[in-house]
């Protein structure tokens, strides 16, 4: 049995044992991995069928027209057109549900759905639609331990296309219609996520929250998931430093998830944004956040993870932001946690290693380099260097967005390498330079332009 093969036997073997959640993760690896294979129309199937059985039809339709638009077997079209029109109908968008299956007698005759499809045809009728929840039910009353107050707000929808709609969604197929509560504003294009670990280390909360806290102070909007750990710190140390941050939810935009965010929710919506795609009233179900992973990831310029463990969601948003171009971005941690096991793969992969917010910029293309602000000043008291002098030569070539190898400086300046090494410590005194790891330098507080 090849490793394909085995990818999709668990796959569905997580989806059989009803651990749709997983069962989700693993066959959206699978079709990342093996788009051409024969069994990833399947696989996308059983995405669909997932969300359908949880009574997420809206996102259930998204699922099984990827699988129409994948151009599969006979058998399997037929199939994913008949669960359409079952998704339509509980949706009460009768016409929608004809339409579906009429397609499915006049393209597949011959297979065994045609047969079903005719069927229903004859005995549709219309029916109350099954939404979850159901309009003025708590969800705590269908099965759920914990119900998540709804939020009293004004929501605006956004559709592609419309004014205001982020551009880079559109990279989606389909691109996903939009209920944000809040504004999102032009200059939210220049935005990195930082998402991670719900059960973080303090170690991972601190470094989440300076990376949020520096890169929006310097006009970086921080996009995160909105989850328990590392996401929550990261709006608030996003909020914190004056910033902006974006909230991408994976529940309808009247729920508050998790609970205790509930002041939060009123805090982003004032300075930034909390945007999703599943309808009001959609409860925060496992299923949905494969979905808000790929959203977040599309939003942003690059995806930095901070705590993560072996099947952390946070991968499937970094796997995603590679798939769409973005940057990867991770943060070491203790090679004893298991928290550190995914970002440490993610390092082994490629990913860039991330230590200051100076190693988030210096990845990003020129044009959004030069948008982030320099907030940083010299230290109080600091004497500038001399015009003429070497210290001035050597913080010229200095760049705020992009540190330098010292070995790189020595040739640029033209000088020795133990009266560079004096200089750059003497300007790192005076608060004009800072060493990063592996001997590279970058300039702080009042500088040029690095020409």
Known sequence: MDDAQRGYDMAMANSRAREHGQAVLDFLDFIARYPSHPLASSAQYWIGEAYYVQRD??????????????????TTAAEALLK????????????RAQRAWQRVVHDYPATESAGRARALLREHTARRPET?????????????????PPMMTVVDRLEPGDPGYPARLGELMPAPALWVRGGLEDHDALAIAIVGSRRATPYGLEVAAQLARDLAARGVTIVSGFARGV?????RAALDAGGRTVAVLGCGIDVVYPPENRRLVDEVAARGALVTQFPPGTAPLPYHFPTRNRTLAALVLGVVVVEAAERSGSLSTAGFAADLGREVYAVPGKITSPTSAGVHRLLRDGARLVETWTDVVQ????MWRRRVRDTAVA???ATAPSQGTDEERMLQLLMRDEAQHIERLIARAGMDAARAGAILTALELGGWARQLGGQRWIAIGARSEGA
């Open 57 to 74: 039809y809206h996102q259930a339709l998204v699922e099984f027209q990827r699988v129409v638009d994948m151009a599969p077997s006979p």
């Open 379 to 381: 230290t109080i008291g």
């Open 132 to 148: 979850y929840p159901p309009r003025g039910v708590d969800p705590a009353e269908l099965g759920g331990s914990h119900s998540p």
């Open 363 to 366: 990845e990003l293309p020129d």
């Open 84 to 95: 359409i029109g079952l998704a339509h109908t509980n949706r009460r968008e009768n016409s």
């Open 231 to 235: 996401d929550s710190a990261a709006h």
